[in-house]
């Protein structure tokens, strides 16, 4: 059975930095893209990065520069680093999956598995 489990996340202060984690598991072979959304409040969700099985990424290019995606496919985890947290990067941080390649994609409709996601909070 796959699962997703996202970690890392808090409550930080302005220009503090995080590391989120989305750990994998039930996946007969790492041949799987893992993205990042992000829903903040009142908002609709937004995808953040597609990475494929070798690490290459696609960033949203609003955001291109602003994230850094890291997977290790040895620990089945996937990371995303936020450098200096700003209070609209206020968000539930969901990881998702899809097997296969097939293209990078930031459309939620194309991942059919879902971790919980992990709060992040930017206030002083």
């Known amino acids: 059975q796959v699962g997703l489990v996202e970690s890392g996340g808090g409550l930080v202060q302005p220009g503090e930095s995080l590391r989120l984690s989305c750990e994998a598991s039930?996946?007969?072979?790492?041949?799987?893209?893992i993205a990042w959304f992000r829903q903040g409040p009142g908002k609709g969700r937004e995808g953040i990065s597609s990475?494929?099985?070798?690490?290459?990424?696609y960033y949203r290019p609003s955001l291109r520069g602003r994230f850094a995606v890291t997977r290790d496919n040895a620990a089945n985890t996937v990371y995303l680093q936020i450098p200096s947290l700003k209070p609209e990067d206020t968000a539930l941080y969901l990881c998702?999956?899809?097997?296969?390649?097939?293209?990078?994609?930031?459309?939620?409709?194309?991942?059919?598995?879902w971790g919980q996601g992990t709060q992040v909070t930017v206030s002083s």
């Open positions: 998702a999956a899809r097997i296969g390649t097939g293209g990078h994609s930031l459309s939620s409709s194309d991942y059919p598995y």
């Open positions: 039930g996946f007969t072979s790492n041949y799987y893209r």
């Open positions: 990475t494929e099985i070798d690490g290459n990424t």
